[in-house]
């Protein structure tokens, strides 16, 4: 039933309310239709209304979800990983021995680890390198046991800081909070990648060191043997008599 047809009774029973109350001589003649058409009227101005309700709710609604979508995280761990990072970089920069600088590393490494020693390089200048060798391969371990040590203190702030991120990202509010939280756990890992290749450099590190100490031992003992044996012709026994 359409609602013209709902309020035809309605405007029917008005109509004759109306006549039944009002005397004869001031009796006023009420159009049934036009009332009907008045109410019509009237419900559709109601039902726009409703809709127009209807949509600035729905409107309220979704600017309070952009809102809670533009809402930034309350953390930021960036500081956080910075510090520990600076930590490990700080004990590369501290190294002593040979140089992480390619063009030092260079000089050093031919002075030190010659492929062959020429004759004019003293006994005491080899011995010397030999010495200076040693210390470089003791100074690389202590870098890379240094390193190893905090690395093992950044993994206790680094868990906590994942328990932050994982924390504020299950409880994050809206997509802007869980792409930053997001972001920031791929920084954690990002961090942790650069932290294991500085621990991976400086064990290598060590490693090399005494590798190149091995290879120059053999060479220093070749010269060595060369100069104790000389150029000359060498010893040959021969037999020697005492007594006539």
């Given at each position: 039933?359409?609602p013209r047809a709902r309020l035809m009774p309605i405007a029917v029973l008005l109509s004759l309310g109306l006549l039944g109350t009002q005397p004869a001589t001031a009796m006023t003649v009420i159009d049934p239709t036009n009332l009907v058409q008045n109410m019509l009227t009237a419900v559709r101005t109601l039902e726009v209304i409703n809709n127009q309700a209807s949509q600035l709710q729905n409107e309220t609604q979704m600017l309070l979800n952009q809102a809670r979508n533009l809402e930034t995280l309350?953390?930021?761990?960036?500081?956080?990983?910075?510090?520990?990072?600076?930590?490990?970089?700080?004990?590369?920069?501290?190294?002593?021995?040979?140089?992480?600088?390619?063009?030092?590393?260079?000089?050093?490494?031919?002075?030190?680890?010659?492929?062959?020693?020429?004759?004019?390089?003293?006994?005491?200048?080899?011995?010397?390198?030999?010495?200076?060798?040693?210390?470089?391969?003791?100074?690389?371990?202590?870098?890379?046991?240094?390193?190893?040590?905090?690395?093992?203190?950044?993994?206790?702030?680094?868990?906590?800081?994942?328990?932050?991120?994982?924390?504020?990202?299950?409880?994050?509010?809206?997509?802007?909070?869980?792409?930053?939280?997001?972001?920031?756990?791929?920084?954690?890992?990002?961090?942790?990648?650069?932290?294991?290749?500085?621990?991976?450099?400086?064990?290598?590190?060590?490693?090399?060191?005494?590798?190149?100490?091995?290879?120059?031992?053999?060479?220093?003992?070749?010269?060595?043997?060369?100069?104790?044996?000389?150029?000359?012709?060498?010893?040959?026994?021969?037999?020697?008599?005492?007594?006539?």
């Open positions: 039933m359409t309350d953390i930021n761990v960036l500081n956080r990983l910075r510090t520990t990072l600076a930590s490990t970089e700080r004990l590369l920069a501290e190294a002593q021995g040979l140089a992480f600088d390619v063009q030092r590393l260079d000089q050093e490494f031919t002075r030190l680890y010659p492929a062959e020693y020429k004759h004019s390089v003293s006994g005491e200048r080899m011995a010397q390198d030999t010495r200076a060798r040693w210390k470089q391969g003791l100074d690389g371990l202590h870098t890379a046991m240094r390193m190893q040590a905090q690395v093992a203190q950044n993994l206790t702030q680094d868990e906590s800081v994942l328990a932050d991120l994982v924390d504020r990202s299950q409880s994050a509010s809206g997509a802007l909070q869980a792409s930053q939280a997001t972001n920031q756990l791929l920084a954690l890992q990002a961090k942790q990648s650069i932290q294991a290749q500085q621990l991976q450099i400086t064990q290598n590190r060590a490693i090399a060191l005494e590798l190149a100490r091995q290879a120059a031992a053999v060479e220093e003992a070749r010269e060595l043997r060369r100069r104790f044996m000389g150029s000359g012709t060498p010893y040959t026994p021969h037999p020697v008599q005492f007594y006539r």
